[in-house]
């Protein structure tokens, strides 16, 4: 329903602690992931992608796992900071399918200090 | 430019009412897209643009919503008599394939959004 939305699943995580946050898709077809940042009032920022010919990848402060075996993504973001807090979201995409992107329904991380 | 531009920012209207929001795309990029963000969760996919052409519309609400990106002008979306459930965030993005280091991107980069609001 509507409230649904207002609902998101939070992730509280002390400064300077490491975040993991998980996202579950459903489509076996999907080839390329990325995950997103959504800050208050802003529009989703790109952080990471992976395609699915790896199950790892890292960039600065963040590495994202691929597990194709139970359509399983995560995102770690090592010694997380106060500027990490946001809503974050994964998203998929079956090249063959066009470029649209399917996302997930978002994770809300507050970083304490 | 640089980023995806959008506007208005924000647009209130009474249900009934026409609205239209615009999308410039990064400088380049041959790909736009428009997706609807409801209760700040849940994005839907309406409608994808190879340059002026229409991509993909599987997502659009065939009856009151349109979409157009014609040349040398913003990429426009428009809602026909709008209904209470119009009330979202509607965001563009826009994409390029490009080659960097033996790999293939072609991520999309998000406009700010434009918050309607349907009275």
């Known amino acids: 329903g509507e409230s649904v939305g207002l609902h998101l699943p939070t992730l509280s995580v002390q400064e300077g602690d490491n975040s993991i946050i998980n996202c579950a898709y459903s489509?076996?077809?999907?080839?390329?992931f990325i995950w997103y940042k959504q800050e208050s009032g802003k529009g989703p920022q790109f952080i990471i992608d992976?395609?699915?010919?790896?199950d790892k990848r890292q960039g600065q402060r963040v590495t994202v796992l691929l597990n194709k075996t139970v359509k399983h993504l995560s995102l770690q973001i090592a010694a997380t900071q106060p500027g990490d807090s946001a809503v974050y979201f994964c998203?998929?995409?079956?090249?063959?399918?066009?470029?649209?992107?399917?996302f997930g329904g978002g994770t809300r991380v507050l970083v304490k200090p | 430019g640089e980023e995806v531009a959008q506007t208005p920012k924000h647009l209130v209207r009474g249900e009934g009412q026409k609205a239209k929001l615009y999308c410039a795309p990064i400088?380049?990029?041959?790909?736009v897209f428009w997706y609807q963000q409801v209760l700040k969760n849940e994005f839907k996919f309406l409608i994808s643009?190879?340059?002026?052409?229409?991509?993909?519309e599987t997502g659009m609400p065939k009856e009151r919503f349109s979409a157009k990106c014609l040349p040398n002008s913003p990429c426009s979306l428009e809602i026909q008599a709008t209904k209470l459930e119009d009330s979202a965030v509607y965001f563009c993005?826009?994409?390029?394939?490009?080659?960097?280091?033996?790999?293939?991107?072609?991520?999309?980069?998000f406009g700010p959004g434009t918050r309607l609001t349907v009275l």
């Open positions: 643009f190879q340059n002026e052409n229409v991509f993909d």
């Open positions: 400088k380049g990029h041959s790909y």
């Open positions: 998203a998929e995409k079956a090249e063959a399918a066009g470029n649209k992107l399917t």
């Open positions: 993005a826009s994409s390029q394939y490009h080659m960097e280091g033996g790999r293939t991107y072609n991520e999309q980069f």
């Open positions: 992976i395609r699915s010919n790896m």
């Open positions: 489509n076996s077809a999907s080839d390329y």
